[in-house]
């Protein structure tokens, strides 16, 4: 075991019948950290979770928290509490049973359990509410509930699947925030499962992201955003433009070779293990520079320059999106002002925001969840 974990899962495999889901996974938590499981759907995060709470019985590995083995103990022995989605209130119980209803199956004295509710409602700001049903709460409440529910007993570790996804977009954004600050409060340990990147980033310490059962990496918001470690890992991480370049590795820098539809250049290394050949590159829409193909001004010899023309403009509020044809394929650029469809124009993308990774997948990941609903593309400038 890891000596900082607190929450050790080693070796961990699982599946339903004869399809395996978890493949081996080793995951160390430590104490009073907020781990946020990211990943598309279907690769486990759920089943991990489920796993964690004693809801799936591994079929090898172990899970333990602070150094007791509790793979064989049954959920309510585990000292966790899971939040779902769906909040699973009873519509017949008030708000404060609801909340009171992990005590009442501890048989914790009844004066105990009250006490309890009063102090979960002032901390979730339900007060007043407590003889209410859940029928007559909003969305909000009703995931606070939820949460005061899962608080109630005094978990050791928090698990949220998806605890936002049924709010609606405001809401979410305040609801994440409390969770947030209370985690923080509280000093819980909490497993987040979640698809929306944007809530892994702000809310947890780490993001681990997941794919077909494994961990693809793992790492601060600022880490995995900044210096994915794979091209599965960067489009997910919202670098979802994709070219396929040739070039040479030199001692510190990478020579990025002239193409039919870019530029030759050479980008520092950086510490990056590429060997010369193909390389994939990608790149977000909003981290690159558009220009038009007649302006004059060269850009510097670590920027990989590319030629298009605007096929569509839209408008999704701050920036303007626009799809540009790079040879036979199309990327999405975001810019400051609006350029026009049919116009000749470059695209500039410095080495800092340029993911360049030997490894070509067979298949494309799958898309992950983008902020703007905008489909990823993908682009082969040139094939080695
Ligand atoms: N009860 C079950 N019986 C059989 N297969 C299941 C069951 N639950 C999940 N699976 C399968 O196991 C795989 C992993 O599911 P899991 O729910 O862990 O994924 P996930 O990453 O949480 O996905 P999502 O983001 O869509 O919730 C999927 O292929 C799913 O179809």
């Given at each position: 075991m890891n000596d900082e974990a607190f929450l050790d899962?080693?070796?961990?495999?699982?599946?339903?019948?004869?399809?395996?889901?978890?493949?081996?996974?080793?995951?160390s938590i430590r104490k009073g950290e907020?781990v946020?499981?990211?990943?598309?759907?279907?690769?486990?995060?759920?089943?991990?979770?489920?796993?964690?709470?004693?809801?799936?019985?591994?079929?090898?590995?172990?899970?333990s928290v602070a150094g007791r083995?509790?793979?064989?103990?049954?959920?309510?022995?585990?000292g966790?509490?899971?939040?779902?989605?769906?909040?699973?209130?009873?519509?017949?119980?008030?708000?404060?049973?609801?909340?009171?209803?992990?005590?009442?199956?501890?048989?914790?004295?009844?004066?105990?359990?009250?006490?309890?509710?009063?102090?979960?409602?002032?901390?979730?700001?339900?007060?007043?509410?407590?003889?209410?049903?859940?029928?007559?709460?909003?969305?909000?409440?009703?995931?606070?509930?939820?949460?005061?529910?899962?608080?109630?007993?005094?978990?050791q570790i928090?698990?949220?699947?998806?605890?936002?996804?049924?709010?609606?977009?405001?809401?979410?954004?305040?609801?994440?925030?409390?969770?947030?600050?209370?985690?923080?409060?509280?000093g819980i340990t909490a497993v987040?499962?979640?698809?929306?990147?944007?809530?892994?980033?702000?809310?947890?310490?780490?993001?681990?992201?997941?794919?077909?059962?494994?961990?693809?990496?793992?790492?601060?918001?600022?880490?995995?955003?900044?210096?994915?470690?794979?091209?599965?890992?960067?489009?997910?991480?919202?670098?979802?433009?994709?070219?396929?370049?040739?070039?040479?590795?030199?001692?510190?820098?990478?020579?990025?070779?002239?193409?039919?539809?870019?530029?030759?250049?050479?980008?520092?290394?950086?510490?990056?293990?590429?060997?010369?050949?193909?390389?994939?590159?990608?790149?977000?829409?909003?981290?690159?520079?558009?220009?038009?193909?007649?302006?004059?001004?060269?850009?510097?010899?670590?920027?990989?320059?590319?030629?298009?023309?605007?096929?569509?403009?839209?408008?999704?509020?701050?920036?303007?999106?626009?799809?540009?044809?790079?040879?036979?394929?199309?990327?999405?650029?975001?810019?400051?002002?609006?350029?026009?469809?049919?116009?000749?124009?470059?695209?500039?993308?410095?080495?800092?925001?340029?993911?360049?990774?030997?490894?070509?997948?067979?298949?494309?990941?799958?898309?992950?969840?983008?902020?703007?609903?905008?489909?990823?593309?993908?682009?082969?400038?040139?094939?080695?």
């Amino acid at each position: 075991m890891n000596d900082e974990a607190f929450l050790d899962i080693a070796g961990v495999s699982a599946g339903y019948g004869r399809t395996p889901v978890l493949k081996g996974l080793d995951l160390s938590i430590r104490k009073g950290e907020f781990v946020a499981l990211l990943g598309s759907s279907g690769c486990g995060k759920t089943t991990l979770l489920r796993a964690i709470a004693g809801f799936v019985q591994p079929s090898g590995g172990a899970i333990s928290v602070a150094g007791r083995n509790v793979t064989n103990l049954p959920p309510d022995k585990r000292g966790m509490a899971l939040v779902f989605q769906s909040y699973a209130l009873w519509p017949h119980m008030t708000v404060a049973q609801n909340i009171g209803y992990g005590l009442k199956l501890q048989r914790k004295p009844r004066g105990e359990i009250a006490g309890r509710v009063d102090e979960m409602e002032a901390l979730l700001g339900l007060s007043g509410l407590g003889a209410r049903k859940p029928g007559e709460l909003s969305g909000g409440q009703r995931q606070r509930v939820a949460l005061g529910r899962a608080l109630a007993i005094d978990p050791q570790i928090l698990l949220l699947d998806e605890p936002l996804s049924n709010l609606d977009a405001r809401i979410r954004l305040q609801v994440r925030h409390e969770i947030r600050s209370l985690q923080q409060r509280l000093g819980i340990t909490a497993v987040h499962v979640t698809h929306d990147r944007e809530e892994a980033m702000v809310m947890a310490d780490r993001i681990v992201i997941m794919n077909a059962g494994r961990i693809a990496q793992q790492g601060t918001p600022e880490e995995v955003y900044n210096r994915p470690a794979s091209s599965f890992v960067a489009a997910f991480m919202g670098a979802e433009n994709r070219l396929v370049l040739t070039g040479h590795a030199e001692a510190s820098r990478f020579g990025i070779l002239e193409g039919s539809d870019n530029a030759g250049c050479l980008v520092p290394l950086d510490g990056r293990p590429l060997a010369s050949g193909s390389v994939e590159a990608r790149f977000r829409a909003e981290a690159v520079e558009l220009l038009p193909a007649k302006s004059r001004e060269n850009p510097s010899e670590a920027v990989l320059e590319l030629a298009g023309r605007v096929v569509t403009v839209s408008y999704p509020g701050g920036l303007w999106r626009h799809a540009i044809k790079v040879g036979t394929a199309e990327i999405l650029v975001d810019a400051p002002r609006a350029f026009s469809p049919g116009e000749a124009v470059k695209v500039r993308i410095p080495h800092q925001v340029l993911f360049l990774f030997n490894s070509r997948e067979a298949s494309p990941p799958p898309k992950p969840v983008s902020r703007s609903g905008v489909e990823s593309r993908f682009l082969e400038v040139s094939e080695a």
